[in-house]
T-cell receptor
Framework: EAQVTQNPRYLITVTGKKLTVTCSQN?????MSWYRQDPGLGLRQIYY???????DKGDVPEGYKVSRKEKRNFPLILESPSPNQTSLYFC?????????????FGSGTRLTVV | GEDVEQSLFLSVREGDSSVINCTYT??????LYWYKQEPGAGLQLLTY?????DMKQDQRLTVLLNKKDKHLSLRIADTQTGDSAIYFC??????????????FGSGTRLLVRP
């Protein structure tokens, strides 16, 4: 089944403790992206990647890192999480190029930083 | 700049029609999308419309596009309790020569009352 898989689904952590949220897709998509969803703010893009070893900042990159060593994986790293990073996070992937592909989303990771 | 706006909340009675509205700013958008997010889940592509179309119908869903006013709407006929969810409007805009990216609205929460 074609899908984007995120882990974990739920995570509670303490301020300052490094964490990684994994994202994997099995559709051979070039493009991958991370979003955070907060009430009233919709989806805000954190980082994106056009292909292996090609990453760039989105609209709200502060406090996050990403890497793209393989086409299928795009982990999100919080080196020193803070309470304002408590949010619902989504990974998405897509083919590159004009078209009606839209994005395929993962099921989300709800992160709480205390 | 790029912006997509939606009303935050809509409440309808089961069996009635629901109309969710969206306005966007980029007149060069090639595709416009509606995504559905059920509680605890990721975003699922519901339907899309190409910018040279005025209307698209898919079973209970009707998408209307007014390019002049940059207005997109999603009509759900015979709304059911299972349609209760957050609905996101998104526009695709040209990006980096050969690609596109999606700009999302804040989402409209649809509540269907029995």
């Amino acid at each position: 089944e074609a899908q984007v898989t995120q882990n974990p689904r739920y995570l509670i952590t303490v301020t300052g403790k490094k964490l990684t949220v994994t994202c994997s897709q099995n559709m051979n998509h070039e493009y991958m992206s991370w979003y955070r969803q907060d009430p009233g703010l919709g989806l805000r893009q954190i980082y994106y990647s056009m292909n292996v070893e090609v990453t760039d900042k989105g609209d709200v990159p502060e406090g996050y890192k990403v890497s793209r060593k393989e086409k299928r994986n795009f982990p999100l790293i919080l080196e020193s999480p803070s309470p304002n990073q408590t949010s619902l996070y989504f990974c998405a992937s897509s083919l590159i190029g004009q078209g009606n592909y839209g994005y395929t989303f993962g099921s989300g990771t709800r992160l709480t930083v205390v | 700049g790029e912006d997509v706006e939606q009303s935050l909340f809509l409440s309808v009675r089961e069996g009635d029609s629901s109309v969710i509205n969206c306005t966007y700013t980029d007149s060069s958008s090639t595709y416009l999308y509606w995504y559905k997010q059920e509680p605890g889940a990721g975003l699922q592509l519901l339907t899309y419309i190409f910018s040279n179309m005025d209307m698209k119908q898919d079973q209970r869903l009707t998408v209307l596009l007014n390019k002049k006013d940059k207005h997109l709407s999603l009509r759900i006929a015979d709304t059911q309790t299972g349609d209760s969810a957050i609905y996101f409007c998104a526009e695709s805009i040209s990006w980096m020569d050969s690609s596109y990216k999606l700009i999302f609205g804040s989402g409209t929460r649809l509540l269907v009352r029995p």
